[in-house]
């Protein structure tokens, strides 16, 4: 009853739009309290949950996105993009998705594409002939990429929290986030084909060679970061700074950036890490709440008197995930979640990181569902127009996401082919 009656508060709180940090701290402490817990155990509970050498990677790829963003590399992949697809039907369309894809591989985070691309993208699209809802929805949906591909932040908390490979989770989610652009760029011919009004911009050889040289060393970002990552020359802690500095040393080169500018760049970065961080420490506090209470042995007990098809199961994962995906934030629904179903997945002989990719995608898709949403929000708020714009724009092209999830709980080892090649 105790447990029911904190997960009520839970909810109430989160209903009333309090922050979810401070939605799960409250009613975590209040527990603790009432059963004969001290705050010291509180504190030291929050404190341990934070000290993870693998989630230090978190500020420095936070950091190496927002170098990025400052840096202008959006707006040269644009200019690239567009000059390769300008008398392309629908050209724009497809420029949205490769610039998210191609952007992915530097910020890790479906919030900073969105804001960052979205200010970019939309109003040309918009001047071109492409309806508002439309343009909010391939931007939206193209923005989701980049928790999936690596780097990825929440793949760099699942294998914290997992005790699995961070290298061979980056692996196995490429060709997902691959995928998901192939599928987005499906749903945008479908649409263009109806659209006799949409204007191509023009080609010329001249601007593709101009704009491709302003994207040869952005896209040696990736090569370093992955690279280096998965040829086992750095952690993924060693590659986040590595990237920091080379995006650094771009941005001063390219004179996007002054030493002026360092300290915002940096005032942003620990405002969005202490955010995440902040969830992770009280979400572990219910977490903990959960342990003491058996609540992941009655979950295990429940799922596995349901079924011991390793397959059935992913299928039960990737529903559980997008209906918390669509209240609760996702960092904090790994915290709470992967040391729960990390077991019974090893019980029934589910590889782990089939497991961290479905979790993740699925969560994902949850920020472009109300209530929460947070990439709703932003789009929203960046572009100045209603939430129930950006998602009806955003609904068409959840399809192709959510047929990836079946492709991963159906055929993982389509997915596990790439860290199998790297020997992961």
């Known amino acids: 009853m105790t447990v029911v009656l904190m997960l009520l508060g839970i909810a109430a709180l989160l209903l009333l739009r309090v922050p979810v940090a401070f939605a799960f701290l409250g009613p975590g402490l ?6 004969g817990h001290s705050g010291g155990l509180a504190m030291r509970l929050i404190a341990d949950a934070t000290a993870s050498f693998p989630l230090l990677a978190i500020p420095l790829f936070i950091l190496l996105g927002s170098l990025a963003a400052h840096a202008g590399i959006a707006d040269r992949l644009f200019d690239f993009a567009l000059a390769l697809m300008g008398k392309v039907r629908g050209g724009l369309g497809y420029v949205s998705i490769g610039v998210s894809l191609g952007f992915s591989w530097m910020s890790g985070s479906a919030v900073a594409d969105a804001a960052a691309l979205g200010k970019i993208q939309v109003p040309q699209m918009e001047k071109h002939g492409y309806s508002r809802r439309f343009s909010l929805g391939v931007v939206g949906s193209s923005a989701l990429i980049a928790p999936v591909m690596p780097p990825s ?4 908390i699942f294998a914290g929290l997992g005790a699995v490979s961070t290298g061979a989770l980056f ?3 490429v060709i997902p986030a691959v995928l998901m652009a192939f599928g987005l760029a499906v749903v945008v011919f479908i649409w263009v084909r109806r659209q006799p009004d949409i204007r191509d911009i023009g080609f010329s050889w001249a601007r593709v060679a101009e704009t491709g040289k302003g994207v040869i060393a952005p896209l040696l970002a990736p090569v370093i970061i992955l690279g280096g990552i998965l040829g086992g020359f750095f952690t993924p802690t060693e590659a986040a700074a590595v990237g920091s500095l080379y995006m650094l040393v771009l941005g001063l080169v390219y004179k996007k950036l002054t030493i002026r500018d360092l300290p915002k760049i940096f005032v942003e970065t620990v405002m969005t890490a202490a955010a995440i961080m902040l969830i992770v420490a009280s979400a572990a506090l219910v977490g903990y709440v959960f342990a003491v209470e058996r609540i992941p042995q009655d979950l295990a007990s429940l799922l ?3 079924t011991s098809d390793p397959t059935l199961f992913l299928v039960l994962v990737a529903l559980i995930m997008l209906i918390l995906g669509t209240v609760v934030d996702a960092v904090a629904v790994l915290v709470l979640t992967v040391p ?3 077991p019974i997945a090893t019980e029934l002989g589910v590889d ?5 990719v479905l979790m993740i995608l699925s969560l994902m898709i949850g920020l472009l569902t109300p209530p929460v949403g947070t990439v709703l929000y932003v789009m929203s708020s960046t572009l100045k127009v209603p939430v129930g714009e950006v998602f009806r724009g955003a609904a068409p092209f959840m399809i192709p996401m959510l047929a990836i999830c079946l492709v991963i709980i159906f055929f993982p080892d389509f997915i596990l082919w790439l860290p199998a090649q790297l020997g992961l």
């Open 171 to 173: 692996a196995a989610s």
């Open 153 to 156: 932040i929440p793949a760099v």
């Open 340 to 342: 729960m179903l990390m």
């Open 30 to 35: 209040v527990y603790l309290l009432a059963t």
């Open 304 to 306: 596995l008197g349901l």
């Open 352 to 356: 782990p990181i089939v497991l961290g």
